[in-house]
């Protein structure tokens, strides 16, 4: 009932974009920052970006800065991802999830209650 479900994933060439997306049902998003946060195959889950509640304050891991925007529009209950200039080591699992505050405190997974399933982003020639 409750869940985020992510979309938008999918085989790019590097350099290529994406837009992820990260819609909620079951509750609103309005009252909670949400982090992305994405998984290569053995290895650890890595925070990406975060954004506050109300999109006032976003925050970014040192190698998607300057590539990577997150946005987000309450309005439709759903967060944004926008990956640009993409490389093969964005190449993951792209996971959204919520947590219960209104600003992103860094990327602990236990701070997070709610998790997407995950959309596969390639980048690959």
């Known amino acids: 009932q409750l869940q985020l479900v992510e979309s938008g994933g999918g085989l790019v060439q590097p350099g290529g974009s994406l837009r992820l997306s990260c819609a909620a049902s079951?509750?609103?998003?309005?009252?909670?920052?949400i982090g992305w946060f994405r998984q290569a195959p053995g290895k650890e889950r890595e925070g990406v970006s975060c954004i506050s509640s109300s999109g006032g304050s976003t925050n970014y891991t040192a190698s998607v800065k300057g590539r990577f925007t997150i946005s987000r529009d309450n309005a439709k209950n759903t967060v944004y991802l926008q990956m640009n200039s993409l490389k093969p080591e964005d190449t993951a699992v792209y996971y959204c999830?919520?947590?219960?505050?209104?600003?992103?405190?860094?990327?602990?997974?236990?701070?997070?209650?709610?998790w997407g399933q995950g959309t596969q982003v390639t980048v690959s020639s």
């Open positions: 999830a919520a947590r219960p505050s209104h600003y992103c405190a860094g990327y602990a997974l236990r701070f997070y209650d709610y």
């Open positions: 079951g509750f609103t998003l309005d009252s909670r920052a």
